[in-house]
């Protein structure tokens, strides 16, 4: 990609409603983030992959959702827990994961590592270490393209912990009063580290956090793929039109620790289980298009192989990848 | 087919591990997400999950069996045959599965026991072996219980009981009024807690890790630093900002800074950085009884470390005072924090080869005990400063330049600094032992400055 903000073209300004191999499209991104994570799970379990590893199994209708009701050109922007966003995206699970290993074929040449992690190519701008920082530069942004006028919507993650941060209603207030065309999503997987929502929140539904500065919000059912969807098209439709920034709150769950080092006593094993039983966004998906017809289970396990196949090719091109060279201690400090 | 489940690694510095339970026996149907067993880490019990989906053949460790290394084979797994081996990828010959820790693994065993000797510790005193993590809690504990108006403040504090496990059993003590769970929001906690230090409070606020802080560096520099001045002397702030500072493993470039020169710099605040858990606690609790704010740098690695702390009802050191913990002739190396390890590793090996090294531990970085290193310079004639962070501006520059203003002509050689290098914390295994400073770095510099 050239210009890496070209969106008008032919005069689409929305993401086409999805048909059925949209539909499969989503399942296949989402199983690929489910399976990648499982998979660098096990990779950091071995000591392979070190320091903080932030796992995104749960939250996949998130991102899957989202990405897909895009336009080229948009940009996303989150935090550290962000392998899923950089999948969804169309980053090489290779280049992600031999990221995550520290490898030169990874896409920070291994500087980076699991939380800081950018592709220019997929506009992906990270991987954000500091808790809130990437709001206002998604605002940043989108203030460029605005500047710009090329027609392009930046996408900003934030957790729902992170929503806490002043700079986040410092962001809020200067998208509004610019009319910049930022969606901001806040990723509500009810938990900061070890505090959960209720303990850390004097309002807890992140929708209505831009109301005192008119910014317009939704609460989304973020553990179903298409209500994702069909909420970020509309959100993307009215942020592109000019209308100023808008708020999604995605209610969603991340079922492993916060970092693979959390114990997790904050919560009771049989509330993790039963969310897993009861909404989980890959098997209710799943379920969706059988019973519509879609797909068989048997497609559904063949997807599956499929994913693994590409998922332990990115681990063994992973563990196999040279480390950077030494020299690259000293590159891309300053151009 | 059959595939081997390992014992996995679950926080940055396991190497080994106790299997506390499993949740799964042989002939148990598995799925990934299952949990297979509990597993007792360096600082929690972890539930360890299934990857692969299959059926569990035999046990391979029984559970309650302690020490089971990184990587040991567990369980069997029995697969679906045919399928692409899940499991295969990992077993590959792993180039860095090697311990994580590698470069911090060093930390140093022998610890010359005038490191431990406080002067005002009575002969005699009892000598209780203590983790740095322990003593900073009791410390915080000792002086909460002797004053109602010190509480602590900061992100997971209280519940969680610290995310590094500092705060550790005072939620229970002192209840939620004192030990209190913020939001993540450092500026505006940082600025409340020196706001309650106007109004005669005594917080303690504890940063998850120095990086965060920067998020509240203002309120700590303009606020909390200068308001004493400003106001003429009428109004200050007895705060302690605190929390683990400098290079973690493998955390990269915003989660692996040393701030400690950044606030050496401001006047109207302490900075202390202590290694050894004596000091630790000696100090904190100065720390908390000082009238001023006081920047108290904690080193994550060293936290698990455990070195003898005197048994007294009340162990306070002062503020601003280095202590020599090795005598020598030949050449001073200064340090702080995590340098200490590695000045303390690089006598030993300077003494193979015949140099006496004098060893100073600077524990507080402001106000700096210059009379302490100027003494020994005057003694030794060379000077190696060594620390994690940045060359440019560091503590190691101040040191250099006070030692040539004081002691320009008792030096045989230009004081020699060894430093983190001048670059951000890179992630990669190979270029973060790069970035970092070596034994090998600080033996090489004192045989520069002795011309050998
Ligand atoms: C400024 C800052 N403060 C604290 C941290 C430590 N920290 C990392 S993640 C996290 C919790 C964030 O929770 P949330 O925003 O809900 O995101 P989630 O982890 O749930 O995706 C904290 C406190 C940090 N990285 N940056
Ligand atoms: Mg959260």
């Given at each position: 990609?050239?210009?890496?903000?070209?969106?008008?073209?032919?005069?689409v300004s929305?993401?086409p409603?999805?048909?059925s191999t949209?539909?499969k499209?989503?399942?296949?991104?989402?199983l690929?983030?489910?399976?990648f994570?499982?998979?660098?799970?096990?990779?950091y379990?071995?000591?392979l992959?070190g320091?903080f590893?932030?796992?995104?199994?749960?939250?996949e209708?998130v991102?899957v959702?989202?990405?897909n009701?895009?336009?080229p050109?948009?940009?996303?922007?989150?935090?550290?827990?962000?392998?899923?966003?950089?999948l969804?995206t169309?980053?090489?699970?290779?280049?992600?994961?031999?990221?995550?290993?520290?490898?030169a074929?990874?896409y920070s040449k291994g500087?980076g590592?699991?939380?800081?992690?950018?592709?220019?190519?997929k506009?992906?701008?990270?991987?954000?270490?500091?808790?809130?920082?990437?709001?206002p530069?998604?605002?940043?942004?989108?203030?460029a393209?605005?500047?710009k006028?090329?027609?392009a919507?930046t996408?900003?993650?934030?957790?729902?912990?992170?929503?806490n941060q002043?700079?986040?209603y410092e962001?809020f207030?200067?998208?509004e009063l610019w009319?910049?065309p930022?969606?901001y999503?806040v990723?509500?997987?009810?938990?900061?580290?070890?505090t959960s929502?209720?303990?850390?929140?004097?309002?807890?539904d992140?929708?209505k956090?831009g109301?005192s500065?008119?910014?317009?919000?939704e609460?989304v059912?973020?553990?179903?793929?298409?209500a994702?969807?069909?909420?970020?098209?509309?959100a993307l439709?009215?942020?592109?039109?000019?209308n100023?920034?808008?708020?999604?709150?995605?209610k969603?769950?991340?079922?492993?620790?916060?970092?693979?080092?959390?114990p997790?006593k904050?919560r009771t094993?049989?509330?993790?289980?039963?969310i897993?039983?009861?909404?989980?966004p890959?098997?209710?998906?799943g379920?969706?298009l059988v019973?519509?017809?879609l797909?068989t289970?048997?497609?559904?396990?063949?997807?599956d192989?499929e994913?693994r196949?590409?998922?332990n090719e990115a681990a063994?091109f992973?563990?196999?990848?040279p480390e950077?060279d030494?020299s690259e201690l000293?590159?891309?400090v300053?151009? | 087919?059959?595939?081997?489940?390992l014992?996995?690694?679950?926080?940055?510095?396991?190497?080994?591990?106790?299997?506390?339970?499993w949740?799964?026996?042989e002939?148990d149907?598995?799925?990934?997400?299952?949990i297979?067993?509990?597993?007792e880490?360096?600082?929690a019990?972890?539930?360890?999950?299934?990857v692969?989906?299959?059926?569990?053949g035999?046990?391979?460790?029984a559970?309650?069996?302690?020490g089971v290394k990184v990587?040991?084979?567990?369980?069997e797994?029995?697969?679906?045959?045919g399928?692409?081996?899940p499991?295969?990828?990992v077993?590959?010959p792993?180039?860095v599965?090697?311990?994580?820790?590698e470069?911090?693994?060093t930390?140093p065993?022998?610890?010359?026991t005038a490191?431990?000797?406080?002067?005002?510790v009575?002969?005699?005193t009892?000598?209780?072996?203590?983790?740095v993590?322990?003593?900073?809690?009791?410390?915080?504990a000792?002086e909460?219980?002797?004053?109602?108006d010190v509480?602590?403040?900061?992100e997971?504090v209280?519940q969680?009981?610290?995310?590094?496990?500092?705060s550790?059993?005072?939620?229970?003590?002192?209840?939620?009024?004192?030990v209190?769970?913020t939001?993540i929001t450092?500026?505006?906690?940082?600025?409340?807690g020196?706001?309650?230090?106007f109004?005669?409070?005594?917080?303690?606020?504890?940063?998850m890790?120095?990086?965060f802080a920067?998020?509240?560096?203002?309120?700590i520099?303009?606020?909390a630093?200068?308001t004493r001045y400003?106001?003429?002397?009428q109004m200050h702030?007895?705060?302690?900002?605190?929390?683990?500072?400098?290079?973690?493993?493998?955390v990269a470039?915003?989660?692996?800074?040393?701030?400690s020169?950044?606030y050496?710099?401001?006047?109207?605040?302490k900075?202390i950085a202590?290694?050894f858990?004596?000091?630790?606690k000696?100090?904190l609790k100065a720390a908390?009884?000082?009238?001023?704010p006081?920047i108290?740098?904690?080193?994550?690695?060293?936290?698990g470390?455990?070195?003898?702390?005197?048994?007294?009802?009340d162990?306070v050191l002062?503020?601003?005072?280095?202590?020599?913990?090795?005598?020598?002739?030949d050449?001073?190396?200064?340090?702080?924090?995590m340098?200490?390890?590695?000045?303390?590793?690089?006598?030993?090996?300077?003494?193979?080869?015949?140099?006496?090294?004098?060893l100073?531990?600077?524990r507080?970085l402001?106000?700096?005990?210059t009379?302490t290193?100027i003494?020994?310079?005057?003694?030794?004639?060379?000077?190696v400063?060594?620390?994690?962070?940045w060359?440019v501006?560091?503590?190691?520059?101040e040191i250099?330049?006070?030692?040539?203003?004081?002691a320009f002509?008792y030096?045989?050689?230009?004081?020699a600094?060894?430093?983190?290098?001048d670059v951000?914390?890179?992630y990669?295994?190979?270029?973060?032992?790069l970035?970092?400073p070596t034994?090998e770095?600080?033996?090489?510099?004192?045989k520069?400055?002795?011309?050998?």
């Open positions: 990609m050239s210009d890496p903000s070209v969106v008008e073209g032919d005069g929305t993401a409603a999805p048909n949209t539909l499209k989503f399942y296949h991104d989402m690929l983030i489910r399976r994570e499982e998979k660098a799970g096990q990779l379990g071995m000591g992959i320091g590893c932030h796992l995104y199994i749960g939250q209708a991102v959702g989202m990405q009701a895009l336009l050109g948009d940009q996303v922007i989150t935090a550290y827990r962000d392998h899923g966003h950089m969804a169309g980053m090489d699970p290779k280049g992600v994961m031999s990221e995550l290993t520290g490898r074929a990874g500087k590592g699991s939380m800081h992690m950018f592709s220019a190519e506009n992906f701008f990270g991987g954000h270490g500091i808790v809130g920082a990437q709001v530069l998604g605002t940043g942004l989108a203030f393209n605005k500047y006028e090329n027609g919507v996408l900003a993650y934030m957790g729902e912990g992170a929503a002043g700079q986040v962001s207030n200067m998208a009319h910049l930022v969606l999503i990723e509500n997987n009810r938990y900061a580290m070890g929502v209720e303990r850390s929140s004097a309002q807890p992140f929708y956090r109301q500065f008119n910014v317009p919000g609460s059912d973020g553990m179903d793929v298409e994702v969807f069909e909420a970020g098209r509309k439709e009215f942020v592109r039109g000019g100023g920034p808008m708020i999604l709150e995605m969603t769950y991340r079922y492993r620790g916060h970092s693979m080092s959390d997790a904050y094993r049989d509330e993790v289980q039963s897993r039983d009861r909404k989980d890959i098997d209710q998906f379920k969706k019973d519509r017809d797909v289970e048997a497609d559904l396990k063949a997807v192989k994913i196949l590409i998922v063994e992973a563990i196999e990848a950077p030494a000293y590159t891309d300053l151009a | 087919m059959s595939t081997q489940i014992m996995p690694a679950l926080s940055p510095t396991m190497e080994e591990g106790k299997l506390a339970k949740l799964v026996k002939g149907e598995v799925h990934s997400g299952d297979l067993a509990e597993i880490t360096d600082k019990t972890m539930e360890f999950e299934a692969d989906e299959g059926r569990i035999k046990l391979l460790v559970e309650g069996t302690e990587n040991a084979p567990i369980a797994l029995i697969t679906e045959g399928e692409a081996q499991v295969a990828a077993s590959a792993a180039p599965a090697a311990p994580k820790q470069v911090k693994a930390a065993t022998p610890v010359a490191a431990l000797i406080e002067p005002s009575p002969d005699g009892e000598m209780v072996s203590t983790t993590r322990e003593a900073l809690r009791d410390a915080m000792e909460m219980r002797r004053d109602p509480f602590l403040i900061g997971e209280a969680y009981q610290g995310a590094y496990k500092v550790q059993g005072l939620l229970d003590e002192f209840g939620a009024k004192r209190i769970d939001p450092e500026h505006g906690f940082a600025g409340l020196i706001g309650a230090g109004a005669g409070l005594k917080p303690i606020v504890e940063f890790t120095w990086n920067m998020q509240a560096i203002d309120q520099i303009n606020s630093a200068k400003m106001s003429g002397g702030c007895p705060i302690v900002f605190r929390g683990p500072n400098g290079p973690a493993s493998r470039a915003q989660h692996s800074q040393d701030y020169s950044w050496a710099h401001v006047p109207g605040l900075v202590p290694y858990a004596a000091d630790a000696g100090l908390i009884r000082d009238p001023n006081v108290f740098l904690e080193n994550e690695i060293v936290y470390k455990s070195f003898p702390v005197p048994k007294l009802d162990f002062p503020i601003g005072k280095a202590r020599v913990i090795r005598p020598g002739k050449v001073t190396l200064v340090s702080y924090s340098g200490v390890a590695l000045v303390l590793e690089a006598a030993e090996e300077l003494a193979k080869e015949g140099i006496d090294a004098e100073i531990d600077l507080t402001r106000p700096l005990d009379d290193v003494e020994s310079v005057k003694k030794t004639n060379r000077i400063t060594v620390e994690q962070g060359p501006a560091s503590i190691g520059s250099a330049a006070q030692v040539v203003e004081k002509d030096l045989d050689a230009p004081p600094r060894v430093n983190g290098k951000p914390m890179p990669a295994h190979n270029l973060e032992k970035a970092l034994v770095d600080v033996v090489a510099a004192a520069a400055v002795l011309y050998r």
